[in-house]
């Protein structure tokens, strides 16, 4: 019998432990007596782990904002049976209805709110398949019965004033503001703005409060940490971290969409709630996620502090937000339609119609101009607009940069303020892509107008069909959209329509840029050989 076998069960392995052990202990000496033997290699991975420098605990910044942010209880107004209220408020933000969508806002309100509906029409626009009813049902804590909203909030002032999330209280009967100790506190809404998503509240104290201040988001970075402190699914005060993963987003939910996408954990009940930098400071109002699951998959998306401290201190100083207002809707300069119109490249916003009586047309704007810079901003894509147009104050001059038909001109326009029933500088519909060739046209009669629902203010030759042997067969022209000018000229009758289209197919650019009117919006489209669809 060999040696081997009078180890013990486990013997062997304790052995080769020994063994190895022994081995280590031998290569430590080693390292101590004689260190100029250390390879090349080893000394990279010794002076490697030296310079890794642990993550700080975000435990003092924690203390320090913790007592600011506010859980918000709300009883909404009744629509439909309390059934349906129920549901909707399980669904979380009223998915239902065929399940259509998967962009979610995570506050819980349980209402079928505009900013839901853009949200939806975006992540449909992704492919998303939206979670079903059964997904998103879930059980909410509730200490109170009769509160079937929940959402978050903080404080910015120490006399009470309480930022959150328009989505959360737009449909509020009561407000409750919950501190952190438990204690609650009735609110009353001192303004709401639907078009930034953003509301603010006041609740009476007989003491100062804690409060946390506004940080610079425009100094923010992607890959800076960040803390979402909030109220998801009503656990109460619940802190995550991570990181920026982008700026400037655009979810579609309105004309001033800027967005910082963050990647710290976010749930229903989180919308209002801040989103903090190391330092304490809000820089981010948490508003909405994408998610197919419903729950948290690391996409949020929260309103930048530039964006909101502004309309925070309007709605503070006066219940409500004026916004400069410059009278035109402009839609996307596509590759296509900048090569039509001679541009190097596609930067800036085509103005597609100015208001009569706005300040664009009175200042000289046209249908047809490239608006490159505004007050010395520059104009890169067509977003950029609408925001600063909106900050801008009202009577007040702004100098307005534009291409028109291979020229640059300079405009002065007094801004005025935005009307109520009306957005600024409202983006029109995404251009889609236009075909000269294949596309049988007629005049523009009282009965096309009804049918087609054409303004009497609209004067061109309207589509009557288009063939589907045209090499463009999938454009978006469509049957009844009128063709008010061809190359920036006007169109008078079908047969002239005829012939500038082909001309332009034929001639030596071999494009066209064409604008039309559908609806009553009009817009360019333009085609080109080289860049195709528009």
Known sequence: MSDRSSIPPGGSRRIAGV???????????AIVLAPLTLTPSLQAQAQGQQSIVPLPSLAPVVKRVFPAVVNISVVEAESGSDQTAQEDDDLGQGQGQGGQGGGQSPGGSGRNSPFDQFLRRFFEEQGVNPPSQQQQRRQRPQSDSEHIALGSGFIIDPAGFVVTNNHVVEDAQKVTVIFQDGSKHEAKIVGRDTKTDLALLKISTDKPLPYVNWGDSNAAQVGDWVIAVGNPFGLGGTVSAG????????????????????DAPINRGNSGGPTFNLSGEVIGINTAIYS??????????????????????????????????????IQELTPAIAKS????????????????GGPAENAGLKPGDVIQSFNGHDIDRVRDLPIIV???????????????????????????????????????????????VGVELTALTKSLRRRFDIPNNVHGVVVRSVSDSSPLAQANIEVGDVIVSINQEPVTTPEAAVTMIDSAVSGPNKSILLQINRRGINEYVAWSEQTGNG
């Open 19 to 29: 063994k190895a052990a022994a081995l280590a202990a031998g290569i430590g000496i």
């Open 243 to 262: 990181i920026i993963s982008a700026r400037g987003r655009d979810i579609h939910s309105g004309p001033y969409d800027d967005f910082l996408q963050i």
């Open 292 to 329: 197919p699951s419903g729950g948290s998959v690391g996409i949020g998306f929260a309103i930048p502090s530039s964006l909101a401290r502004p309309v925070i201190e309007q709605l503070k100083a006066k219940g409500k937000v004026s916004r400069g207002w410059l009278g035109v809707q």
């Open 341 to 356: 119109l001679g541009l190097p490249s596609d930067r800036g916003a085509l103005v597609s119609d100015v208001m009569k």
């Open 390 to 436: 909106a900050e801008t104050p009202a009577r007040s001059s702004a100098k307005v940069g534009v291409w028109r038909k291979g020229s640059k001109l300079t405009f002065d326009v007094r801004i005025a303020e935005q009307p109520a029933n009306m957005e600024v500088s409202a983006t029109s519909p995404s251009p889609g892509p236009a075909s000269a």
